[in-house]
């Protein structure tokens, strides 16, 4: 990469918060958000974001409308729907996930991050986390304290490490 400044930005690099933002149209519309994709294309992004279930309780399945910010949808949703399937319809080199699993029942967050990690050799992924189902599967983890630095640790995940209290940083390449 010769120029981080270029690389970081859409389509290289999809980046999503850990409070998503939605809009008041079809879960559909919020996923594609302008994107012209074909069906299998969003039948791809709603199976890693593990949104099937969801959508087939919804009366318009995808053609559901959401509300205002998403009301009518749970907050483990409005995270699927704007985080994961949207990201994933991207078709970026790098995916920045902020916290994503936050609202996600232990189930689900389990799928996703299957999922998402099956995906691994299409995509390099940067999580911010304290998720043991991430830190276990990271290639690196940078520990941080108050947002400094405290230690770098590379394949060598001890699921008998406390770290309760810290941020992580987990970097899965390709």
């Not at 699927?80 to 936050?102: E, G, K």
């Amino acid at each position: 990469m010769s120029d981080p400044a270029t690389f970081f930005v859409p389509p290289r690099s999809a980046y999503t918060a850990q409070v998503p933002k939605l809009f008041s149209m079809t879960m559909k519309e919020n996923i594609l958000f302008g994107l012209a994709k074909d069906q299998h294309a969003l039948e791809r992004a709603l199976h890693i974001a593990v949104l099937e279930r969801d959508i087939a309780v919804f009366v318009h399945g995808v053609e559901q409308r959401i509300g205002v910010r998403g009301v009518r949808l749970s907050g483990g949703q409005v995270q699927r729907v704007a985080v994961v399937a949207r990201m994933f319809l991207r078709d970026a080199a790098l995916l920045v996930f902020d916290d994503i699993s936050s609202a996600l029942d232990a189930e689900t967050e389990q799928q996703l991050w299957e999922r998402l990690f099956a995906r691994q050799s299409e995509v390099a992924c940067l999580v911010v986390s304290h998720q043991r189902t991430v830190l276990e599967r990271a290639n690196h983890i940078i520990v941080l304290k108050r947002w400094n630095q405290k230690e770098r640790l590379r394949n060598c995940y001890n699921p008998r490490r406390n770290f309760d209290g810290y941020g992580h940083a987990t970097m899965m390449r390709k």
